[in-house]
């Protein structure tokens, strides 16, 4: 089974709006971190935010937030005022403390920001 | 400068011949980690290394072989590479276990002939 689900493989958001990239998790540990990267048309892997599992209020980074719903295991990310810059694959990953460092990835959403 | 180092960016090889990917960091991090990036699937993790000498097994370790003799060193050897090894790959570093970030190098597109 997935650990980590992307069910949008591609968004398209007009630029100055608001955007909800969606993230599901699946994990039996208790102590777990969860992640948001976003990878341009470069290549390199860029952090935005981190949400720990015990952590009671949402990440925010700048315009990056994270919406952390735990009983629904979801970990969305939320980008406000989006710029053309923000045109990028974003990967939501989990690191679960039970496995050591074991990180997993999800798929992506390959986000398009339009002038 | 805190970083992640790769070598080599790109390289062409042919099934067979062995090969290997060095990985450094300058941020004196425990925990290292080696990545394959396929479309569709995300990263995969091959192995990671928890500190020197001490080093498991990821999600899709086969035809990969890694050691940590040092700290700030971590390498991927494909001792046979086949075809289906063609991919971009990625080393990561974190300082250790619950560690709110990972820094990641700049990526090696390995293309296997």
């Known amino acids: 089974a997935q650990k980590i689900t992307q069910t949008q493989p591609g968004m398209f958001v007009q630029e100055k709006e608001a955007v909800t990239l969606d993230c599901t998790y699946d994990?039996?540990?208790?102590?777990?971190?969860l992640f948001w990267y976003k990878q341009p048309s470069s290549g390199e892997m860029i952090f935005l935010i981190y949400q720990g599992s015990y952590d009671e209020q949402n990440a925010t980074e700048g315009r990056y937030s994270l919406n952390f719903q735990k009983a629904r295991k979801s970990a969305n990310l939320v980008i406000s005022a989006s710029q053309l810059g923000d045109s990028a694959m974003y990967f939501c990953a989990m690191r679960e403390v039970i496995y050591g460092q074991n990180f997993v990835f999800g798929p992506g959403t390959r986000l398009s920001v339009l002038p | 400068e805190a970083q992640v180092t790769q070598n080599p960016r790109y390289l062409i090889t042919v099934t067979g011949k062995k090969l290997t990917v060095t990985c450094s960091q300058n941020?004196?991090?425990?925990?290292m980690s080696w990545y394959r990036q396929d479309p569709g699937l995300g990263l995969r993790q091959i192995y990671y290394s928890m500190n020197v000498e001490v080093t498991d097994k990821g999600d899709v370790p086969e035809g990969y072989k890694v050691s940590r003799k040092e700290k700030r060193n971590f390498p991927l050897i494909l001792e046979s590479p086949s075809p289906n090894q063609t991919s971009l790959y990625f080393c990561?570093?974190?300082?250790?276990?619950?560690?709110?970030?990972?820094?990641f190098g700049p990526g090696t597109r390995l293309t296997v002939l």
């Open positions: 994990t039996s540990d208790q102590s777990y971190g």
């Open positions: 941020m004196n991090h425990e925990y």
């Open positions: 990561a570093s974190t300082p250790g276990l619950g560690a709110d970030t990972q820094y």
